[in-house]
């Protein structure tokens, strides 16, 4: 009998609950083999099924090229195929030098005809060959639009040409003539200055009857550059294009060298749907009904994204970008189907994720509506009809409704300015649980449609009241220890034991909510008014209040929650199932759960920062 094979099984769930006689055998019968790194074991090799047991080292199982599955030791592969009629991964290659334990079919077999342990095998079966047909849908998907993974470098644009800053209108004309371009960007000594197109020519100069051959092409550049990276990834430059409204950008290939300019032809010349011209859609979209397909197809960006594994905060604020467009539009409808105008200037902002960028598939809808003063109440009277259309549109189209109505169609999220900053105060002076919740969902205020100057002073008051009150922010990071990570006593995780989220965690409670909870009670404290939680974490770094390693510890956890979160999500739509918060942990790789269990210890680190801060052990 070899007893260290013994000792190792007895220590690994389904070996630990077999008879001693039973695992003293196949312990005796297990062989150990050791494996170089970079070494490939075949799967599908005929007549070599048995189940393989990593003792040390780790082992990649591969699929078409890609990892499906990553182990430790005491994890296990090959068992697959005692369940169905061939295995579903490829191989198996050793990421570092690897022991194996190896145990022959016909022992396996005996293991097997114990009820518990065939039920355990058969479930681990399913669940590894559920991932990699997830694997082979994204890229299936993948395949279909491609364009996702592509940078910059891969569109080909014509080098820049330049003009000296004191150079004439005309003879910057005349160059762009000679180089067929519409565009050049002006330069003195070596610093860019701006850019100058043949519209700007014919704006600021011919419609203005200015003479070209005495104005400097400073006078009509426009200034700064907005710039992207040789590096960045395609959908990055069309959701600069979309946020800012404009149809070209500046490519650098360093801080100093322009590499060419990149219009929006450009970028609507690479195959596949993508966020400009989706955007020009939104802009011509005439009916509800085609800005409903136009959110469904917004939805499937969120899903080739995920498959394409591209950077969750850069899928947010593309998506964001996305949902601010077709809000515009449905304002743009409402208003033009109003009896009347609107009386006075108004502003609807995003609260909660939307608000922070970090809306991915569609989650419930929070905003609300700040108007200027007035005391008319022909004034209430349009924005509760107007409200009430502007909701009903975007449950059309596909927003779910607020559980909580924090909409701008409820009274309570719809106010004059006046009434908004005198409700602050009350917020302030109350210190109430609707208050703090109140509060934690106006700091993610981020204006969409109409008069944002409303907006910004609004957050900016609530900011500087909540910096002013000590009591409020104590509450607030309260808020941020009321969901605890679930791991155990020796970091395990925590499943739920019975009903619909049985063998399953809570995410967004144990992991997204006391993050953005805690760092936006600390941006509230020092004065930030950035929504992101990505930024607030970076500018509370600048601040002093984190150090750069807590800084990015917190970041990651943060990115590692959202993607798992995410990438449920998608699997749950595709699957025509509700989107929740749930995740299985037996669904994710070994490392990834091993990654998951240090997110949450962040967590717990974190939530004990704000504990010592706001001394809450003293609050009742």
């Not at 050791?34 to 599908?44: E, F, M, N």
């Not at 719809?414 to 409700?423: A, E, G, N, P, V």
Request: charged content about 25%; some cysteine.
């Amino acid at each position: 009998m070899n007893q260290e094979i013994t000792d190792f099984l007895a220590g690994i769930y389904p070996f630990s609950g077999l008879p001693g006689q039973v695992l003293e055998k196949a312990g005796s019968q297990a062989s150990k083999e050791q494996i170089p790194t970079g070494r490939i074991l075949a799967l599908d090799q005929q007549g070599r099924e048995a189940l393989y047991i990593l003792m040390k080292g780790s082992v990649n199982i591969m699929d078409g090229g890609e990892a499906a599955d990553t182990l430790i030791p005491a994890d296990f592969f090959g068992h697959e195929i005692f369940f169905f009629s061939s295995p579903m991964g490829k191989s198996a290659v050793a990421v570092q030098d690897s022991t194996l334990i190896i145990l022959e079919k016909t022992d396996f077999r005996v293991i097997l005809s114990h009820d518990r342990a065939n039920r355990y095998f058969r479930r681990k079966a399913e669940i590894f060959r559920s991932r990699i047909q997830d694997i082979q849908h994204w890229r299936s998907i993948s395949r279909m639009d491609p364009y996702l993974r592509l940078t910059l470098q891969d569109v080909k644009v014509r080098a820049p040409v330049f003009v000296q800053a004191e150079a004439t209108v005309s003879e910057a004309a005349k160059t762009m003539l000679q180089e067929r371009t519409s565009t050049c960007l002006v330069r003195q000594d070596n610093d860019i200055l701006g850019i100058v197109t043949e519209n700007d020519i014919l704006r600021k100069i011919v419609a203005m009857d200015l003479d070209p051959k005495v104005t400097a092409v400073r006078r009509i550049m426009c200034s700064p550059l907005i710039t992207v990276r040789s590096d960045d990834l395609l959908f990055q430059a069309f959701s600069q294009m979309v946020r800012r409204g404009i149809r070209r950008l500046v490519i650098m290939d360093s801080h100093t060298e322009a590499r060419g300019i990149i219009e929006e032809r450009d970028l609507l010349s690479v195959r596949g749907e993508n966020p400009v011209y989706l955007s020009r859609e939104i802009s011509r979209a005439g009916d509800f009904g085609t800005l409903k397909n136009i959110f469904q197809k917004a939805q499937e960006m969120v899903v080739r994204s995920v498959a394409e594994g591209i950077g969750i905060f850069h899928v947010g604020r593309m998506i964001s970008d996305m949902h601010d467009q077709i809000m515009i539009r449905v304002n743009d409808l409402i208003l033009a189907g109003m009896e009347e105008p609107a009386p006075v200037s108004f502003c609807i902002a995003a609260l909660g994720s939307e608000g922070r960028r970090e809306q991915y598939l569609a989650t419930d809808q929070d905003n609300l509506l700040i108007h200027a003063e007035t005391d008319h109440d022909q004034s209430r009277i349009f924005f509760e009809k107007f409200s009430d259309r502007y909701i009903q549109a975007l449950l059309d189209l596909g927003f779910p409704p607020c559980p909580h109505e924090v909409m701008i169609s409820s009274p309570a999220w719809r106010m004059s300015i006046d009434q908004w900053l005198d409700t602050v105060d009350e917020m302030i002076h109350s210190v109430d649980l609707d208050g703090v919740l109140k509060a934690s969902l106006m700091l993610d205020m981020r204006p969409v449609v109409g008069d944002g100057e409303q907006a910004w002073t609004l957050k900016s008051y609530l900011v500087k009241q909540l910096g002013n009150s000590p009591f409020m922010l104590k509450y607030m990071a309260n808020e941020a220890l009321r969901f605890k990570p679930p791991l155990g006593f020796f970091s395990h995780l925590i499943v739920a034991r019975s009903g619909k989220e049985r063998g399953r965690i809570d995410i967004k409670k144990g992991g997204v909510f006391p993050v953005t909870q805690g760092v936006r009670t600390l941006a509230a404290e020092y004065g930030i008014l950035e929504p992101s939680t990505e930024k607030r974490i970076l500018r509370l770094q600048d601040a002093g209040v984190f150090s750069a390693g807590l800084a990015a510890g917190i970041r990651e956890a943060y990115e590692f929650f959202q993607t798992l979160r995410v990438r449920t999500q998608v699997e749950q739509v595709k699957n025509d199932i509700k989107p929740d918060n749930l995740i299985a942990p037996d669904r994710l790789s070994a490392m990834e759960r091993d990654r998951l269990k240090d997110c949450f210890k962040m967590v717990m680190e974190f939530q004990s920062l704000l504990n010592n801060k706001y001394g809450l052990r003293l609050l009742t």
